[in-house]
């Protein structure tokens, strides 16, 4: 498998696990329920380790961007479908303007991989 391929499949693996661990990190009212803060502590532990796969070659710059990119649209999705909560117009706004960067970054970005 080309190793382009294992890092965006890592980078990808990171993203959901920042996601799942955002998640349980509500969960865990302020760190006042173990397994929720456990569970959350699991997430990001795997998160950060498969950022560090991704790393070996997309650079780190692209590479955060993304996954915090990503990561804040997504736990957006995640807060309004689950967790019934709201957004604003500003707020899509802003998601709407990560989701912009990120696509212009990787789509015009001349950084080498």
Request: with cysteine; glycine share 8%; charged share 5%.
């Amino acid at each position: 498998m080309p190793s382009y391929l294992v890092s965006y499949s890592a980078l990808a693996g990171a993203i959901l696990c920042e996601v799942a661990g955002s998640s349980f990190l509500l969960k865990s009212e302020q760190f006042t329920r173990l397994g929720p803060t456990a569970v959350m502590a699991l997430f990001y532990i795997a998160s950060f380790y498969l950022l560090s796969i991704a790393l070996k070659t997309i650079p780190l710059g692209i590479a955060y961007a993304v996954w915090g990119g990503l990561g804040t649209v997504l736990i957006a999705l995640v807060s309004v479908t689950i967790f019934r909560q709201s957004l604003d117009a500003a707020a899509i706004v802003g998601i709407a303007m990560i989701v912009g960067g990120v696509v212009i970054m990787n789509a015009f970005s001349t950084v080498s991989h």
